[in-house]
C-alpha cells in the first residue's frame, strides 16, 4: 500500500517528480524526497566530476622537457630557472612513483635522495609565478604567504599556522 504524506497526497521525487509508486525507493528528507534513480544519477556526476580533476597520474606525468615547454608558455625568460625546476619537479614524482610501486624500505640497494629549491631573486622577477604556473600543471593546490607578517604564538601578527590553514583552504580541504 502507497505512503502518503500529511495531506493525504501520494509522495514524489522532488527532483524528478516520479510518484513512490514509479520508483523503487523514496527517501525522505526535511520536507523533500528523492527517489533511487535520482540517486544513482547524482553519483554518476559526482563520479564524473571526481575523475575529471584527479592528480596527475605517474602515467600522464610530462618529462622534464613537457615541464619546460609548459613553463615557456607562461614565463617569459628565467631559462634556467625553468629547467631546474622541470627536472626537479619530474624527479620528485618519480621518486613517489618509486617509493609506492617498491614498498617504502623494500628496496635498499636504490636511494632516491629528496632534494629541495630555495628560488632567491628581488621582488618582481617571478618567482611566485613559476611557482603557481607549475602548480597549476600538476593541478596541485597552492598558496602564497608572507613570512614578514608571522610572529611567535601570542604577538601581534599571523601564526605560523595560518599558512598551513591557507594551503588546506586552497586544497578544498582535502589533505590526500
Do not use: W
Not at 527517489?35 to 584527479?54: A, G, P, Q, V, Y
Not at 620528485?92 to 636504490?110: L, M
Not at 629549491?117 to 598558496?143: D, S, Y
Amino acid at each position: 500500500m502507497a505512503k502518503f504524506g500529511d495531506t493525504g497526497e501520494l509522495l514524489k521525487c522532488s527532483f524528478c517528480g516520479k510518484s513512490q509508486k514509479q520508483v523503487k525507493k523514496l527517501i525522505a528528507g526535511p520536507g523533500v524526497y528523492i527517489c533511487d534513480e535520482c540517486i544513482d544519477l547524482c553519483n554518476e556526476i559526482i563520479e564524473e566530476e571526481l575523475t575529471e580533476t584527479d592528480e596527475l597520474s605517474f602515467d600522464q606525468l610530462p618529462n622534464p622537457r613537457e615541464i619546460r615547454a609548459f613553463l615557456d608558455d607562461y614565463v617569459v625568460g628565467q631559462e634556467d630557472a625553468k629547467k631546474i625546476l622541470a627536472v626537479a619537479v619530474y624527479n620528485h614524482y618519480r621518486r613517489i612513483q618509486y617509493q609506492q610501486q617498491s614498498g617504502i624500505g623494500r628496496r635498499d640497494d636504490v636511494e632516491l635522495q629528496k632534494s629541495n629549491i630555495l628560488m632567491l631573486g628581488p621582488t618582481g622577477c617571478g618567482k611566485t609565478h613559476l611557482a603557481q604556473t607549475l602548480a597549476r600543471m600538476l593541478n596541485v593546490p597552492f598558496a602564497v604567504a608572507d613570512a614578514t607578517a608571522l610572529t611567535e604564538a601570542g604577538y601581534v601578527g599571523e601564526d605560523v599556522e595560518n599558512i598551513l590553514l591557507k594551503l588546506i583552504q586552497a586544497a578544498d580541504f582535502d589533505t590526500k
